[in-house]
């Protein structure tokens, strides 16, 4: 029997009709959700993300604002401007897209991003309240994902998580999502000596490795809930993850198709935290009224 299908894109749409109500209440409040995104240089695929980050926006009737810049941006004029959107009452998320041209620290610019503003999660204030439990904008990746399990009614705690790929954006604040849920939660990566032992073992594996249909049917236990985060292509020019599709489906419990999986969720959580933000500033106003 085939595994069951997480489908992302019908997960999105549920929650970007939740959002899209919220967005309309609070602008009857006089506040619109505000988002920023900065856009340095011509890269195509983070041209797309772009794209489709605004196209969400205006969608939940969200105010967008894309500002591009040249390949040839300095790392102080982008600082500039990340500092100007800082004091944008109008502005309540601020984007940088990734990758920057290759003069400019990717750090230095997160860390410039008030953590107020950092609705991608990953200003390390933010992630050192992920880590603690605490409130805080997470990384929408990981976030969505989270999403996904719940909606589908899937248990998390007392599970074995095992997540492949450690990146800062993917693969570590899965596995602390995850921890935070009460599940026990292994890492594999490059260095990992012989990941299929730990794969294997796992009652929901997470794939972020950026490497097509790594994870086959021997990798991955029967009934396992497999998500696959990644996003490749193929010798064909096919979109693709990092996980066999045809093969695992046949094996796994439950299974994220690539297109149509983990991606939509990525952006629905940007426009979540977005909101989340405007809430935010809403809640100050009504303090300071209340005090007044």
Same mark, same amino acid.
Not at 34 to 41: K, Y
Not at 211 to 219: E, H, L
């Given at each position: @029997?085939?595994?069951?299908?997480?489908?992302?894109?019908?997960?999105?749409?549920?929650?970007?009709?939740?959002?899209?109500?919220?967005?309309?209440?609070?602008?009857?409040?006089?506040?619109?959700?505000?988002?920023?995104?900065?856009?340095?240089?011509?890269?195509?695929?983070?041209?797309?993300?772009?794209?489709?980050?605004?196209?969400?926006?205006?969608?939940? =009737? @969200?105010?967008?604002?894309?500002?591009?810049?040249?390949?040839?941006?300095?790392?102080?004029?982008?600082?500039?401007?990340?500092?100007?959107?800082?004091?944008?009452?109008?502005?309540?998320?601020?984007?940088?897209?990734?990758?920057?041209?290759?003069?400019?620290?990717?750090?230095?610019?997160?860390?410039?991003?008030? %953590?107020?503003?950092?609705?991608?999660?990953?200003? %390390?204030?933010?992630?050192?309240?992920? @880590?603690?439990?605490?409130?805080?904008?997470?990384?929408?990746?990981?976030?969505?994902?989270?999403?996904?399990?719940?909606?589908?009614?899937?248990?998390?705690?007392?599970?074995?998580?095992?997540?492949?790929?450690?990146?800062?954006?993917?693969?570590?604040?899965?596995?602390?999502?995850?921890?935070?849920?009460?599940?026990?939660?292994?890492?594999?990566?490059?260095?990992?000596?012989?990941?299929?032992?730990?794969?294997?073992?796992?009652?929901?594996?997470?794939?972020?490795?950026?490497?097509?249909?790594?994870?086959?049917?021997?990798?991955?236990?029967?009934?396992?809930?497999?998500?696959?985060?990644? @996003?490749?292509?193929?010798?064909?020019?096919?979109?693709?993850?990092?996980?066999?599709?045809?093969?695992?489906?046949?094996?796994?419990?439950?299974?994220?198709?690539?297109?149509? =999986?983990?991606?939509?969720?990525?952006?629905?959580?940007?426009?979540?935290?977005?909101?989340?933000?405007?809430?935010?500033?809403?809640?100050?106003?009504?303090?300071?009224?209340?005090?007044?």
């Amino acid at each position: @029997m085939s595994a069951v299908l997480i489908d992302g894109k019908q997960i999105a749409k549920k929650k970007k009709n939740e959002i899209a109500q919220e967005v309309e209440t609070l602008k009857k409040a006089g506040i619109t959700p505000g988002l920023a995104v900065i856009l340095v240089g011509n890269n195509s695929a983070s041209q797309t993300y772009v794209k489709s980050k605004q196209k969400s926006c205006l969608e939940l =009737g @969200m105010y967008s604002l894309l500002i591009e810049m040249p390949e040839s941006t300095s790392e102080q004029e982008l600082l500039n401007k990340i500092d100007e959107l800082n004091k944008d009452d109008a502005i309540h998320g601020i984007l940088v897209q990734l990758p920057l041209p290759s003069q400019i620290n990717e750090s230095n610019i997160i860390e410039a991003i008030i %953590p107020e503003k950092d609705v991608d999660g990953f200003h %390390p204030i933010n992630i050192g309240k992920m @880590m603690t439990g605490k409130d805080a904008f997470l990384p929408c990746t990981p976030y969505g994902v989270m999403v996904m399990l719940k909606e589908m009614d899937i248990e998390i705690a007392g599970r074995h998580v095992v997540v492949v790929g450690r990146s800062n954006i993917v693969g570590k604040p899965s596995g602390q999502l995850f921890l935070n849920e009460n599940a026990t939660v292994t890492y594999c990566h490059s260095k990992t000596v012989d990941i299929k032992s730990f794969t294997k073992s796992a009652d929901i594996l997470v794939v972020a490795i950026g490497r097509a249909n790594f994870i086959t049917a021997d990798y991955v236990k029967k009934g396992a809930v497999v998500i696959d985060v990644g @996003m490749n292509r193929n010798s064909e020019g096919k979109l693709c993850g990092d996980v066999d599709f045809e093969q695992v489906k046949e094996i796994a419990g439950y299974i994220t198709p690539v297109p149509g =999986g983990v991606g939509p969720m990525t952006i629905t959580m940007l426009m979540y935290n977005t909101l989340k933000s405007a809430k935010w500033v809403q809640q100050k106003l009504q303090s300071t009224s209340e005090v007044r």
